[in-house]
Nanobody
Framework: QVQPVESGGGLVQPGGSLTLSCAASAVTFRFTFKLYGMAWYRQVPGKQRELVARISSDGTTNYADSVKGRFTISRDNAKYMVYLQMNTLKPDDTAVYYC????????WGQGTQVTVSS
């Protein structure tokens, strides 16, 4: 499908780590993948999606204040992949995490659930 495909979520204890992956699987997406920035968002029930991190086509990164110093976004254009390394996870990080193009947003995928709990 043209939508990004997120994976890598799961249950982790506070202070633990997870790495999320975002794949551009559709050939039409892959054709222009390297030309666009990508971003990770997260959403909890009843709240708007929150921008967590983004990476430009040149590799410039930006992070929400709540995750600075703990999360790292990266991309591998040869593999058409975007990653989010999440360290020192907190219960407040619990959410469904989504990736998408930025600024040219595509349809949203199903996301991947991250649950931080002891």
């Amino acid at each position: 499908q043209v939508q990004p495909v997120e994976s890598g979520g799961g249950l982790v204890q506070p202070g633990g780590s997870l790495t999320l992956s975002c794949a551009a699987s559709a050939v039409t997406f892959r054709f222009t993948f390297k030309l666009y920035g990508m971003a990770w968002y997260r959403q909890v029930p009843g709240k708007q999606r929150e921008l967590v991190a983004r990476i430009s086509s040149d590799g410039t990164t930006n992070y929400a204040d709540s995750v600075k110093g703990r999360f790292t976004i990266s991309r591998d254009n040869a593999k058409y992949m975007v990653y989010l390394q999440m360290n020192t996870l907190k219960p407040d990080d619990t959410a469904v995490y989504y990736c998408n193009r930025a600024p040219a947003t595509l349809s949203w995928g199903q996301g991947t659930q991250v649950t931080v709990s002891s």
